[in-house]
């Protein structure tokens, strides 16, 4: 993996817009956030739509019988990757505050966060 | 320009793995280089080397392996994606290569534009 030490430092963004569970895209695309600190590239995790039910406090998905991986959310600060992003709008149509999150967060408009995709070079979304 | 592709679902299930290939082609047509595609959560099935479908349909792993073999494009299968999904070098399709998801995020850093397939 050169790339590794490329030099080449874009800014990626993952955008997580399905809610944790009932399919497999939530956990999958913590694999591939993950795997992007190891590159040294600038990450960017943006919250919206059902994405928000991700970081979600007290999932116990025991019951349907998946794996909660929510945990591993709040680790993701040790790997360097810090800047997670909320819609504000999305958290409030699901009756959500920032108070029911897991991890820190900030909290931007539906507009911001247009912005804030448009100064992106790879976004990654499912 | 230098286009990554990623697909991310599974062939005949959706459009999403046709459209990636369409896309490809028609890029490549126009001049334009794939540095590599890559396949991830359903979209690993593209490489199964068990599909039979119907003569008179379209076969999709066909169609992503003569791809690469007339323009070299690289056809990287996500290791973990795959073997939660049963897909490993036992029945991996030839033209495509198994590897991990950091050959994701390198495509990401070298291509001029990541295009995603699916939902």
Same mark, same amino acid.
């Given at each position: ?7 080449v ?18 956990l999958e ?27 979600? &406090? ?6 349907? @019988? ?18 997670l ?9 699901? @009756? ?12 931007i ?11 992106? *070079?790879? /976004?990654?979304? %499912? | ?13 959706? =459009? ?10 028609a890029?490549? *047509?126009?001049?334009?280089e ?6 991830y959560?359903? @979209?690993?099935?593209? %490489?199964?080397?068990?599909g ?7 076969? /999709?792993?066909?169609?992503? =392996? &003569? ?8 056809? /990287?299968?996500? /290791? ?6 049963g ?12 590897? @991990? ?19």
């Amino acid at each position: 993996m050169d790339d590794m030490e490329s030099g080449v430092v874009k800014k990626f963004m993952f955008v997580n817009r399905k809610p944790p569970h009932g399919t497999v895209y939530a956990l999958e695309v913590l694999e591939m956030v993950l795997i992007s600190a190891a590159f040294d590239q600038d990450v960017h995790l943006a919250f919206l739509d059902d994405g928000v039910l991700q970081i979600k &406090k007290g999932q116990t998905p025991a019951g349907i @019988g998946v794996k909660n991986f929510s945990p591993t959310y709040r680790a993701l600060e040790g790997y360097d990757i810090e800047k997670l992003y909320v819609e504000a709008e999305s958290l409030a149509e699901r @009756g959500l505050t920032e108070d029911d999150l897991l991890v820190d967060v900030e909290v931007i408009s539906r507009a911001d966060m247009g912005k804030l995709m448009a100064e992106m *070079d790879v /976004v990654l979304t %499912a | 320009m230098k286009f990554a592709i990623l697909v991310n679902e599974g062939p005949y299930n959706h =459009q999403a793995a046709d459209s990636a290939f369409q896309f490809c082609k028609a890029a490549i *047509d126009k001049g334009h280089e794939i540095f590599r595609v890559f396949f991830y959560y359903d @979209g690993v099935n593209n %490489a199964t080397s068990l599909g039979q479908p119907p003569s008179d349909d379209r076969n /999709v792993t066909k169609n992503w =392996q &003569k791809l690469a073999e007339e323009n070299k494009v690289d056809l /990287v299968v996500c /290791v973990a994606a795959g073997l939660r999904r049963g897909i490993t070098e036992s029945n991996l399709a030839q033209g495509f290569r198994i590897s @991990g998801l950091g050959q994701l995020i390198e495509a990401g850093i070298h291509a001029d534009r990541l295009v995603t397939f699916g939902d």
